[in-house]
Structures are given as structure tokens and as C-alpha cells.
């Protein structure tokens, strides 16, 4: 593939990626809307599960992520409180 090839390949990819953070942004945007301030965090993470996954995107919660800081392991099981799928890390 030639420059000008990888260089549309690049941006069209962008354009997925900032649909998908769009989207995302979205669902995060109508569940504090709707549901205003106050709440615990776990009740903001189980709507915007929710959201998103009405939105058609696929979703884990509380999924365990290594964290790797200068080739040591800093953290083994950190618990993000959503991961689009596919879940992998390796």
C-alpha cells in the first residue's frame, strides 16, 4: 500500500473511532441528564451499561486489567468499570 493508501486507511479509521467515542459520549450524556447528581457510582455505571448497550455497543463491566509500568507489573486485577468488547488484554 502506497503513502496516500495508509493515509486514507488512517483517517477512515479516525472517523470510526470518533463515531464510536460519539456514541459513547451520548449514552454517558442522556444517563446524567436523566438521572442528575447524587447517586453512587455503581448506579451511573449500571445506566450507562445499560445506555450503551441499547445503543447496540458492546460492553463488560467491572472487567480485570493488568497494568504494566516499565516491564513490572504495577497492578494485577485493576477493575475498570466498563470495557468495550472484545474484553482481551494481553
Known amino acids: ?27 454517558a450524556y442522556k444517563v446524567s441528564n436523566t438521572l442528575g447528581i447524587g447517586f453512587v457510582e455503581k448506579v451511573y455505571e449500571n445506566a450507562c451499561v445499560h445506555e450503551m448497550r441499547k445503543a447496540g455497543l458492546k460492553v463488560c463491566q467491572q472487567y480485570p486489567v493488568k497494568v504494566v ?11 475498570t468499570c466498563l470495557w468495550r468488547i472484545p474484553c482481551s488484554l494481553s
Open 1 to 27: 500500500m502506497n503513502v496516500l493508501g495508509q493515509m486514507k486507511k488512517g483517517a477512515a479509521e479516525q472517523t470510526d473511532l470518533d463515531k464510536l467515542t460519539e456514541r459513547i459520549i451520548g449514552c
Open 69 to 79: 509500568y516499565d516491564n513490572t507489573l504495577v497492578v494485577n486485577s485493576l477493575r
